[in-house]
């Protein structure tokens, strides 16, 4: 992830001045683009029962038989949109601890994103609107920018995503 961040720093023009933007950028290149291929062999250190389970699931990749790590990510990205974590603490984008509470789940603020919905968020942005735009607003805080960039406040694109990681997942599943 260092060289995800250090990549962005030095070669992107206009630095993000958001943590969202930061580490969703990062969580995106590193995990869903790249698929964080250095940790591939994850399955290696997966008790053997569960490892039956995983075989029979998305997570699987039969072809490489390894974890397929990305579709762990956008199910746990698929839980936070979904409001498992309402109650429950988790580490946002700022590395704070925090508990996700019903209002804030309603009435997400960026920077209260866990890296996983940052990083699946981030995608969700480049599908819908292309990464030339979402690279162009990288530099812009999403929580005062996001209207004139996108067309919406933050949380009616949370519920966008919401949608979008839904439908993602179940098509994935079928």
């Excluded at 053997?48 to 072809?63: C, G, I, M, R």
Aim: aromatic share 14%.
């Amino acid at each position: 992830m260092n060289i995800v961040h250090y990549l962005t720093d030095k070669y992107i023009e206009i630095q993000p001045d958001s943590h969202f933007s930061s580490e969703g950028i990062a969580e995106y290149i590193s995990m869903l683009v790249c698929e964080n291929r250095m940790c591939k062999k994850a399955c290696n250190l997966v008790y053997e029962e569960y490892l039956e389970d995983l075989k029979t699931s998305l997570f699987w990749n039969a072809e490489e038989k390894t974890i397929e790590l990305k579709n762990i990510y956008y199910y746990s990205g698929l839980g936070f949109a979904n409001g498992a974590f309402v109650g429950r603490e988790y580490t946002d984008v700022k590395s704070d601890k925090t508990t996700r509470t019903d209002e804030m789940q309603q009435y997400m603020h960026a920077n209260d994103c866990s890296y996983y919905e940052a990083g699946c968020i981030t995608d969700y942005l480049v599908t819908a609107y292309g990464m030339d735009t979402v690279m162009a607003n990288l530099g812009k805080d999403l929580m005062t920018m996001s209207k004139s960039a996108y067309g919406k406040d933050f949380s009616e694109i949370y519920k966008d995503f919401t949608i979008w990681i839904n439908d993602k997942y179940e098509a994935d599943a079928n």
